[in-house]
């Protein structure tokens, strides 16, 4: 059974930095595609970021591009999210995605197999 656990989300001011951290377990297969999306009061949840396991390109929405990382570590099965220069609109509740369905779209909700619980962000001004 795939398990994703979320941590490292919290409260900081407009301009810090918070690290998500995306422990995955359970997955049969040693490749495969990984996203974060994240999802505000009354909004869609839209994708923030994916990268595929096996290395290659990574993928960023435009409102974060140039101020969030995504990056893997594979010996620790963990995925990770650098989020500096924190804007309000960055608060939302920051969901770890895994196993893009083939033909997919990384920043399509639906398009991912497994969800992590999920670990608040607020910035405030």
């Known amino acids: 059974q795939v398990q994703l656990v979320e941590s490292g989300g919290g409260s900081v001011q407009a301009g810090g930095s918070l690290r998500l951290s995306c422990a995955a377990s359970?997955?049969?297969?040693?490749?495969?595609?990984m996203g974060w999306f994240r999802q505000a009061p009354g909004k869609e949840r839209e994708g923030v970021a994916a990268?595929?396991?096996?290395?290659?390109?990574?993928y960023y929405a435009a409102s974060v591009k140039g101020r969030f990382t995504i990056s893997q570590d594979n010996a620790r099965n963990t995925l990770y999210l650098q989020m500096n220069s924190l804007k309000p609109e960055d608060t939302a509740m920051y969901y770890c995605?895994?196993?893009?369905?083939?033909?997919?779209?990384?920043?399509?909700?639906?398009?991912?197999?497994?969800w992590g619980q999920g670990t608040q962000v607020t910035v405030s001004s």
């Open positions: 990268l595929y396991t096996g290395g290659g390109s990574t």
């Open positions: 359970g997955y049969r297969y040693r490749r495969y595609y």
């Open positions: 995605a895994a196993d893009l369905v083939y033909g997919g779209s990384w920043s399509r909700a639906t398009d991912f197999r497994y």
